[in-house]
């Protein structure tokens, strides 16, 4: 099975830099995804990661380390658009289905 | 465009009823997927389906139904053995099983 932690909520302010992080543990791993959700929307893809390292997409990053079970989202530059719920999905190896986290919120204040 | 349509945006459940979800994709994808949302809380797998008359047990089948005799169409059944509907239902597709997932605007069930 799988078992993932992330922070709940988080506050930062417009301009600024956050990072989300996830940490993970699974019985076989094949990839990590990031989601964004906005209130009352449908999710998202923001990223993939399936090998170490970092993955810069824009104002967005994702990194991985797979001995550590652990992945963060990093967001740059913030915008108010910003404020909204991000969910981190492992891939699980044998079934190829994704189980979610229960998401962080980030709240953007200026 | 092509897209995920869930309808109806919003349902409402009397006691003892069953009520079927709609869910319909023209991406021309393999894998479609059924998640419920409840508040504050990530994303739980109902069913999926991997291809056309296929489909699997996710981690909270019980109380649901699915079927997938096309491979656009994946509607999810809450049956009256669902003791605890309420629920935002997300539907969600991918070109393979495993693959990124792209959802529907999802329907919020209730009860009455």
């Known amino acids: 099975g799988q078992n993932i932690d992330q922070p709940t909520e988080m506050t930062a302010t417009e301009g600024a830099i956050v990072q989300i992080n996830c940490t993970y543990q699974?019985?076989?791993?094949?990839?990590l995804f990031w989601y964004q959700q906005h209130a009352g929307e449908a999710p998202t893809f923001l990223s993939y990661?399936?090998?170490?390292g970092l993955e810069e997409k824009g104002r967005f990053s994702s990194f991985l380390s797979r001995s550590k079970g652990y992945s963060y989202l990093l967001l740059k530059e913030l915008q108010m658009k910003d404020s909204a719920s991000y969910l981190c999905a492992v891939r699980d190896l044998n079934a190829g289905k994704s189980t979610f986290g229960d998401g962080t919120t980030l709240t953007v204040k200026p | 465009d092509g897209g995920i349509t869930q309808s109806p945006k919003y349902l409402f459940r009397k006691e003892g009823q069953n009520v079927t979800l709609s869910c319909e994709q023209n991406l021309n994808h393999d894998a479609m997927y059924w998640y419920r949302q409840d508040p504050g809380q990530g994303l739980r797998l109902i069913y999926y389906s991997q291809i056309v008359n296929d489909f699997q047990k996710g981690d909270i089948a019980e109380g649901y139904s699915v079927s997938r005799e096309k491979k656009e169409s994946f509607p999810l059944t809450v049956t009256s053995a669902q003791k605890n509907p309420t629920a935002f239902y997300l539907c969600a597709s991918s070109i393979r099983q495993g693959e990124k997932l792209f959802f529907g605007s999802g329907t919020q069930l209730s009860v009455l």
């Open positions: 699974t019985s076989g791993f094949n990839g």
């Open positions: 990661n399936v090998l170490d």
